[in-house]
């Protein structure tokens, strides 16, 4: 939000020559870190990045062609199923009868994503979900690749320090367009909660088309959610609260989760203060409007 | 001047051949039936052109800043929401209202071309999308060849293909923005459309915001009870209130609902019939390889599944006939996949790289244009029709600059398109579009070609007006021992009436027109990164 213009005049302070050392050093730093195995603590400002990718464009975006297709494997390497190889031949046969693309089935886990924080930042939702969901595989999405390499770094650290405790073995991240890939990466109804945490606000009416929550978005969520899922928002803007309440509010495949459980509801304390929007809005002394919606059951085709 | 038919639609006996923004009939021996001309008015102005461009401009500085800006405006809303940068720009920026008065040709999309036509299944009824003014147009059909034009309703964004639902009421479009609008066929004077359509929308609950214009909320403060509900209730007035403020600003003023949207570009629409429930669905294809299955109205909210597995963009879709849980796409890939689309499984892939490679060994990618998919009909030695069909699916296939027709056959018990004959173009000339004729005693394949298409490299930079020969643009390839053949048929279209083309006081150039008839291949994606 403000970083944006921060980062404009940062950019054209630059001559060409300073910003390729620049990005020369974050990259030897990144490398660095990678390389030895280290349990130090990545720090933001080797991941600096622009505040806003827009989701309209053809970004270099690796993503499967079906879910079935993705390899969680190399995220949750604690979590890989033991392969039995006649389970696999089924699946194929299944989901995708061709020859070509037994060669490219990746390995499976032991159990499937079911918690996903879409532009998820700098992982501060993920960090502190994986200890309060100890039993569920969680992902972070995020669109910036910088940022998306910070957390990778954050989690590879955090996992490292906690070896023995084993923490932090159910968090991972991806770099995803979410608005246009979710059905890529996950099946329908694979999901339980989705957490979307201070969204950017493009206050502009012409901007709102980008904004993350819509009419027609919010069909894609039901759709990833199974029946009594729970979507959960979070904003310190008070027109992007109503824009999100109203559009969840009016899909007929949510409705509200009232004030009660919202507040019973431990995943809500800690959005409210461990994402980095989140303390950076405490520290400002700003209002957070907070909202929670239940994936209905469809309706009966009529 | 002749520009090629470059779109058929066959309804009844009745052939429909689209010519830049114009629909020409002709009956089954191809004898020239009557014409619908696109308005010369709106499309250009013979004299004062400079004038009345230079007047344009000035009357579209004050309304949405300066030309340049406004020509930017155009272009970020043809390259759609997944291409390049400027795209979010284009999401919501103000639209350009068609003109009224003359109009300078500065960009080749300015050029009226028909993109598409559709017609309903009782044939009454011929739908025609324009690409350059975003405009769908509804035409009453007697039957014999002749269009009364209906109604002309201009998108809030350019439509990229149509389709009708099975009960003809509802034209459902698919545009550039990734949005599919639902607008009745018939607009109905008091709303009836509307009222019953967002009615049924949102019986499911309480209310969608997708519904827009005369859309209104379905409970009121009499009929709420509960806290939630009337939450509920003031919240879904609120998205309306917001809504109605945008459409307002840069709506349309016709009976329209938002039914449902990709992030990405939607490149193809189509209604299926589930074989296992009766029921339709809404089948869109986007540039970023996702088939998506949704319910159709009252409930597209609901999305059903995906059939997924395309590596690059899809073009085109098709459910054959008398297969109505088969779906067959194409786009950037090498193949052709074969899907049950009620189940989200593929069930095949086709080679056609390798085909088109027979014809060209040094192709190294396609862009699949066309999908045709039609049902031979038995003729028996006497002639009549009879009513048996036979046991397979004829599917035709264009492929974009590639000169020939790739003819496949589908077997009833099967679910793997048989490459059948690959039919080469006479003077290698590119097909734009096929259409079968059930005609007896054998059918015929009618195919638009592109005369200009003759040599392959040295037409790009050429800035020669269009084709002046005789080159004709309609093609028929007659059935002789189950192979498909060129005939010598002549199709005698009608002259253009002198004054009134707008082809002769604005020649189109080579160049142009390539740039109008061949869009596919750019919807492949190039890497582009911010980093
Ligand atoms: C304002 S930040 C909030 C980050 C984090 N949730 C928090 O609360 O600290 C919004 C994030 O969403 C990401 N984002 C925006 N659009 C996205 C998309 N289409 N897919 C994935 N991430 C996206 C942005 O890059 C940004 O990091």
Known sequence: ?302 | MSLPYHILKVCGGVVFAARAGSIYSFNSDLEYISAWEYPVKQQQQTKGQEASATEQQKESSAADGPPTKRRKVESSQEAAPSNGSGDAEGAGAPETKPKKKGKSYTTPTDRAFVQGLYSTTDGRHLVAITGSDKTIRVFEHDGAGNLRLLSERQMPKRPCDIAITPDNRTILSADKFGDVYGLPLIESEDGQWSKETSAAQQKSRSATPAASQAYKPQANEFTVHTVRNRKALENQKLVLEQRAKEEKAEGPQFEHILLLGHVSMLTAIAVGTSPKNNKPYIITADRDEHIRITRSIPQTHVIEGFCLGHDEFISTICIPPLRPDLLISGGGDDELYVWNWVSNQRLSKTDLLKEAQKLAPEMAKLAVTRIFATRPKQINKKGDENNKSDDHTLVFVICERIPAIFCFQLKDSETTLQHAQTIPLPNGNNPLDVEYLHSSPSPRLLVAVDPNSITTSSTENTTEPAATTTTPSLRVFSLEQGQWHPTEQVIKGPEPSTGSSPEESNPITVQELQKILYTTESLRKTATDFE
């Open chain 1, 1 to 302: 939000m403000g970083r944006s213009k921060h980062n404009k005049r940062e950019a054209t302070a630059d001559t060409a020559g300073d910003k390729k050392n620049k990005r020369q050093k974050r990259e030897d730093y990144r490398t660095a870190l990678r390389e030895n195995g280290s349990t130090e603590l990545p720090r933001k400002k080797h991941y600096r990045q622009r505040a806003h990718a827009n989701p309209f464009s053809d970004h270099k975006l690796i993503y499967p062609p079906h879910p079935e297709l993705m390899n969680w494997s190399s995220m949750y390497p604690h979590y890989v199923a033991e392969e039995g190889p006649a389970d696999q031949a089924q699946t194929d046969a299944e989901v995708l009868p061709d020859r070509d693309s037994e060669v490219l089935k990746p390995k499976k886990l032991t159990q499937d994503v079911e918690v996903a924080d879409i532009g998820c930042g700098f992982g501060g939702l993920l960090v502190a979900l994986a200890p309060a969901l100890p039993d569920k595989l969680i992902l972070g999405l995020e669109i910036r690749v910088s940022v998306t390499q910070f957390v990778e770094d954050r989690i590879k650290a955090l996992r490292a320090q906690n070896e023995e405790q084993k923490l932090y073995r159910n968090i991972a991240v991806l770099r995803a367009n979410t608005m246009k890939f979710m059905p890529n990466f996950f099946t329908k109804g694979q999901l339980s909660k989705i957490f979307i945490c201070f969204p950017d606000p493009h206050f502009k009416a012409r901007k709102h088309k980008q904004r993350i929550v819509s009419t027609t978005l919010n069909s894609e969520y039901a759709y990833v959610l199974q029946p009594s899922g729970i979507v959960y928002t979070i904003t310190d803007v008070p027109d992007l609260h109503e824009w999100m309440v109203g559009h969840f509010e009016a899909h007929p495949s949510f409705e509200r989760v009232s004030e009660e459980e919202q507040e019973a509801d431990p995943c809500v304390t800690i959005m409210r203060t461990e994402t980095e929007e989140g303390k950076k809005v405490e520290r400002n002394q700003g209002k957070k409007y907070v909202a929670l919606y239940r994936r209905l059951e469809d309706p009966p085709h009529e």
